[in-house]
């Protein structure tokens, strides 16, 4: 097993993870210190979407603003995130450009909520449909982001409404805004340990360990919490789950661990759905990564995709909820399940050229006929032959009876060779628990009161999704409330 988290390794080698070294103290909230090394009206905690959300917006409105970085590199699971972002409209018109239906806030806000089985909290829901076109309009017309050709509909979502551009595009464009609004201050390899209060309980400011020891930054206006989920922690992940031991892989960073969520619940925050941990079901097989191949069978199915087992037949509905398909691909009885696609399929979002850099690497499998494509497979031609010729006649009778399938005209039938192939299984990949926050991204307390100076925003926080989060809405979780946090935060009291 190649992912051990941080707090693993140091749990391995006998150092509780919260004390590693004698520098870093237990985390809790305490009293301001006598001294302040730096002053900002803004720390915020995590570069990732939400951080970086959070200080384009505080900068916005004239704070100064510094960002903390545990890592050395910036950006978290943002600067590896795959790029779909969920939003029913967009100053672009994609979906009218593209013809892909009807789409609305509304049906966003109940796809979300039935996604999530209703455990998701409505109010929240509801900021991310609304505020998440906005959202989107902010990174194209004020950071300069451009999208990829093409409007998905992923598991779990009625309506085309998938925007995709990289992971890196997003920051880069949030980042650009935040650098016009002012934000100079990205502290690298800079952990927060533990927050402060002041006797009123109002958060004050935090305490990091740097290289060079321990320092205070006082917050004068507030702190956000924009510190990511806890899905590479094995062990962490297991006291809510046991099951997802280290048999499983992570899609996660390496600093995807759970002490900064100790250190807020140790400030009083109160947390749910801790043990709603979702598997990502087309994860690369061996390592468990998302690598682009890795993107093609969520995104191709609205487009006439198929899913296929070691057997060679369906197994599943290809635009089911992540939790139905990652549970249906265990049931099939092992590594691995196969994305089945040909021409008229990936053409409507990429081209030949990207699909043969993968055949090129090995990772997607290819074949003239679907017998040549099984024998790469390692699967039963006839098997595949028959599973793809009762997939084009359900297209042509617009009914799955088998799995259910909801059918659009989007979706294309394969009678055409050649035929590609990408091998998938799940990896632990999205926290959809973490701290309790309001719609003003304020973080609440243990006795449902808001945590004075302290906002949270992005994996962080719990339930926006609920116990299953459907595609696209992690990236517009984190933008949306990373920039309601950012602008409360830079409020004077
Ligand atoms: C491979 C992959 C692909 C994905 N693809 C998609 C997708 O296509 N669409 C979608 O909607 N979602 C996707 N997701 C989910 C989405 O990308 C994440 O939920 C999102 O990036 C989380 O952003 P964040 O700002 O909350 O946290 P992160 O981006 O993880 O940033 C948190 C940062 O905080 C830092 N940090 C933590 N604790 C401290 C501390 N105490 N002090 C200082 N720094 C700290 C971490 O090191 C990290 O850099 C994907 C996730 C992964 C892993």
């Given at each position: 097993m190649s992912n051990i988290s941080t707090t693993r390794r140091r749990l391995l080698a006998g150092i509780p993870a919260l004390t590693a070294g004698a520098l870093i103290p237990a985390?809790?909230?305490?009293?301001?210190?006598?001294?302040?090394?730096?002053?900002?009206?803004?720390?915020?905690?995590?570069?990732?979407?939400?951080?970086?959300?959070?200080?384009?917006?505080?900068?916005?409105?004239?704070?100064?603003?510094?960002?903390?970085?545990?890592?050395?590199?910036?950006?978290?699971?943002?600067?590896?995130?795959?790029?779909?972002?969920?939003?029913?409209?967009?100053?672009?018109?994609?979906?009218?450009?593209?013809?892909?239906?009807?789409?609305?806030?509304?049906?966003?806000?109940?796809?979300?909520?039935?996604?999530?089985?209703?455990?998701?909290?409505?109010?929240?829901?509801?900021?991310?449909?609304?505020?998440?076109?906005?959202?989107?309009?902010?990174?194209?017309?004020?950071?300069?982001?451009?999208?990829?050709?093409?409007?998905?509909?992923?598991?779990?979502?009625?309506?085309?409404?998938?925007?995709?551009?990289?992971?890196?595009?997003?920051?880069?464009?949030?980042?650009?805004?935040?650098?016009?609004?002012g934000f100079r201050d990205l502290m690298k390899n800079t952990e927060a340990v533990r927050l402060y209060k002041d006797d009123k309980g109002t958060v004050t400011g935090v305490e990091v360990k740097t290289r060079s020891g321990l320092q205070n930054i006082e917050a004068r206006r507030g702190v956000v919490v924009a510190a990511g989920g806890f899905a590479r922690d094995v062990k962490f992940r297991m006291r809510y789950v046991p099951t997802l031991t280290e048999a499983y892989n992570s899609t996660n960073h390496a600093g995807a661990t759970g002490d900064t969520l100790e250190m807020v619940l140790e400030a009083g925050a109160d947390a749910l759905h801790l043990a709603f941990i979702q598997l990502f079901p087309t994860a690369e097989p061996t390592r468990g990564m998302i690598d682009r191949p890795a993107l093609f069978p969520i995104q191709f199915p609205g487009f006439g995709a198929v899913y296929v087992a070691k057997n060679g037949r369906r197994f599943v509905s290809e635009l089911e909820r992540r939790d139905v398909v990652s549970q249906a691909e265990i049931a099939t009885g092992g590594k691995e399940t196969w994305c089945v696609f040909n021409e008229a399929v990936y053409s409507q979002l990429t081209d030949r050229k990207e699909i043969e850099q993968f055949v090129k690497s090995g990772r997607v499998k290819t074949g003239a006929t679907l017998s040549e494509l099984a024998a790469a497979m390692g699967v039963p031609a006839d098997a595949l032959e028959k599973t793809i010729s009762e997939h084009n006649a359900i297209l042509k009778a617009g009914k799955d009876e088998a799995f259910g399938k909801p059918i659009t005209a989007a979706m294309k039938p394969m009678q055409k060779g050649p035929y590609?192939?990408?091998?998938?299984?799940?990896?632990?990949?999205?926290?959809?628990?973490?701290?309790?926050?309001?719609?003003?991204?304020?973080?609440?307390?243990?006795?449902?009161?808001?945590?004075?100076?302290?906002?949270?925003?992005?994996?962080?926080?719990?339930?926006?999704?609920?116990?299953?989060?459907?595609?696209?809405?992690?990236?517009?979780?984190?933008?949306?409330?990373?920039?309601?946090?950012?602008r409360n935060a830079a409020r004077k009291a």
């Open positions: 985390a809790q909230a305490a009293s301001a210190p006598v001294k302040w090394d730096k002053s900002y009206d803004v720390v915020i905690i995590g570069s990732g979407f939400a951080g970086m959300a959070a200080a384009a917006e505080a900068s916005a409105a004239g704070a100064s603003v510094v960002v903390l970085e545990k890592m050395r590199v910036a950006g978290g699971n943002s600067a590896i995130s795959g790029g779909g972002f969920a939003c029913w409209t967009d100053e672009l018109k994609l979906r009218e450009k593209y013809k892909l239906g009807d789409d609305s806030a509304e049906l966003h806000f109940k796809d979300t909520m039935k996604g999530g089985d209703y455990y998701n909290i409505p109010e929240l829901v509801r900021v991310l449909a609304e505020q998440a076109p906005d959202a989107m309009n902010w990174m194209l017309s004020k950071g300069g982001l451009k999208l990829n050709k093409g409007l998905g509909r992923v598991g779990g979502h009625s309506a085309y409404r998938d925007h995709m551009a990289t992971g890196p595009r997003y920051l880069a464009a949030i980042e650009k805004i935040a650098r016009e609004n590609f192939a990408v091998a998938q299984w799940p990896s632990v990949h999205h926290c959809q628990g973490g701290v309790r926050i309001n719609t003003d991204a304020q973080v609440i307390d243990v006795r449902g009161k808001p945590i004075a100076h302290l906002y949270a925003a992005g994996e962080f926080v719990g339930g926006v999704h609920g116990n299953n989060r459907l595609g696209g809405n992690a990236i517009a979780d984190c933008i949306v409330f990373g920039r309601i946090a950012g």
